[in-house]
């Protein structure tokens, strides 16, 4: 096949993002950036019509932090989330869009090919909304996003290549159980995967896409601003304007006491000078409680799988953040298995969405050098229902029907009632997660089925079908029982860009990344 048609993967990280191709041996590389690093930061800086991605927009953290957006990918889906430049404000979708743009058409100009068709990880934890906020921002960078992959499962199959598991034919020499515990910068996932020669299947994900090294980061800042007050007088909070480089340093220190059993600190803040040291054993005790939210998942994790530590063969270990040593100690203390750190922890997400990306090549586009196939089965991360009313009692009460961890796709039906005579339409109101009073609930969306005959009684029947796509995008259907009559049942997602609004903003990102070299 051409290599102008070959898809990159896309690692788009919460710190950091990196790209991925596959040569022609089917070797997974990282693709340098302009800059010729590894890794991009996953920061931007907005100055008026200006944007910068990257180093440049970390640099200016220290000078105008107020202009740069940074930690983006923890507010995927949030419709409440926008970033203001002091010109406009920018939803999430939009602020990922510009770091796509920036990785691929650095790609693009390494690889000297065009670069449009690519894979995107996601943690597996992501939901709904957070996954099509995703495939959002491909659209509004202007790629193609031929799938969304959780980062665990793309970290597993990079394991394979980088272990030497592979046999000649680029299959698994051996089946296993691998658990991949996976702690980003801003993300922190565990997937219990079963791996048969090219096939890898999930069989439980848990994880907090709210947790990973930037909290450690921020306890060791709340820590140094404890200092500057014990010992200078200084009161600082998230507020104040040094604080965000006092979040680096605390960054700095983490990643020392990572090969370091002490490191100094020396801090200047105006005429505020502090000085002492932090051990590794401080900031373990700091950070503890972090390490026990992972603890805690995991545990669930294996309950929810009905899984022991005895069923699983290896325990591999991805994401920056996995180099603290006390995610190793803790990880050997709990599980006795083998602690598998043989895949770069900021480059086998990566990697392994370029070789998946390559294997998913259309049967009309491949040649014989090109990758074997590899069959994904994911699991869904949450449980997916519907939100209604109890009809004894009114008040809200949730309805689970397609389970946590069930196999993609799935489909799943579930039957409701009508609630009055002659309804002329139901209202269903689709939510991931939450309790039974669907507390805690994210909403997903809302069906309706329209056009009901003319006097149909209450309590009339109506089937209601779920259906959970391979990449996790939802459809639905309705049927009205009484009558035969299939009704058409149209979501209206809540958890993303509408239409007109995904044609405004990628008009607005055609026009902005001009100043990027990139339009």
């Known amino acids: 096949m051409a290599a102008s048609v070959t898809p990159v993967g896309i690692d788009l990280g919460t710190t950091r993002t990196v790209v991925a191709t596959v040569d022609s041996r089917n070797v997974p590389q990282t693709v340098r950036n302009a800059d010729g690093d590894a890794t991009t930061p996953s920061a931007i800086l907005i100055e008026g019509r200006n944007v910068t991605v990257g180093k440049e927009a970390i640099k200016a953290v220290a000078t105008d932090p107020e202009l740069v957006a940074r930690f983006v990918k923890r507010e995927m ?44 990880t996601v943690p597996a934890f992501f939901n709904e909304p957070k996954r099509q906020a995703t495939i959002d921002a491909g659209m509004l960078a202007d790629l193609n996003v031929l799938a969304i992959v959780n980062e665990p499962t793309a970290a597993a199959i990079a394991y394979g290549h980088s272990a030497g598991q592979l046999d000649h034919t680029g299959g698994f020499k051996t089946a296993q159980k691998v658990l991949v515990y996976d702690l980003g910068g801003g993300t922190f996932d565990v997937s219990l995967l079963s791996i048969r020669r090219r096939e890898f299947e999930t069989l439980a994900i848990d994880g907090n896409a709210r947790l990973g090294g930037l909290d450690w980061d921020l306890c060791v800042a709340e820590w140094l601003a404890e200092q500057f007050q014990s010992v200078c007088g200084l009161r600082m909070d998230a507020t104040h304007p040094a604080y965000p480089e006092l979040l680096t340093e605390a960054e700095e220190l983490k990643h020392a006491l990572s090969v370091r059993p002490k490191v100094p600190v020396r801090i200047k803040v105006d005429s505020n000078v502090l000085k002492t040291e932090l051990t590794r054993e401080q900031f373990d005790d700091l950070t503890a409680h972090l390490l026990d939210r992972t603890r805690f998942t995991i545990r669930k994790l294996l309950e929810d799988a009905k899984q022991k530590w005895s069923d699983i063969d290896r325990v591999l270990l991805v994401g920056g953040s996995t180099r603290m040593p006390q995610v190793v100690r803790m990880l050997r203390e709990l599980s006795g298995a083998q602690i598998d750190q043989t895949v770069s922890p900021d480059e086998a997400v990566a990697h392994g969405a370029a070789i998946y990306a390559r294997s998913q090549i259309p049967e009309s586009r491949r040649s014989p050098a090109d990758a074997p196939e590899l069959s994904v089965t994911d699991v869904t991360a949450h449980p997916l229902g519907v939100l209604g009313k109890d009809l004894q009692t009114g008040r809200p009460r949730g309805k689970v029907i397609i389970e946590k961890n069930t196999p993609l796709p799935a489909e799943r039906s579930a039957r409701f009632p009508t609630v009055q005579d002659g309804q002329a339409n139901v209202v269903i109101r689709v939510i991931e997660g939450g309790d039974i009073r669907g507390l805690h609930a994210t909403p997903i969306g809302i069906f309706r089925v329209e056009d009901l005959p003319p006097g149909l009684p209450a309590g009339s029947p109506i089937d209601v079908t779920l259906k959970y796509t391979d990449d996790g995008i939802i459809e639905a259907f ?35 990344l001009q100043s990027l070299g990139l339009g």
Not at 100 to 115: E, G, I, K, W
Not at 485 to 498: K, M, P, T, V, Y
């Open 478 to 512: 309705a049927r009205v029982l009484k009558t035969g009559q299939s009704a058409r049942i149209r979501i209206e997602r809540q958890g993303g860009l509408s239409d007109q609004e995904k044609v405004n903003w990628k008009s607005e990102a055609d026009d902005l």
């Open 77 to 120: 889906g949030n419709r409440q989330y926008s970033f203001n430049s002091g010109v406009k404000k920018y939803p999430a979708e939009m602020l990922q869009s510009f770091i796509l743009r920036r990785v691929a058409s650095d790609a693009a100009a390494a690889l000297a090919r065009p670069v449009r068709d690519v894979v995107i």
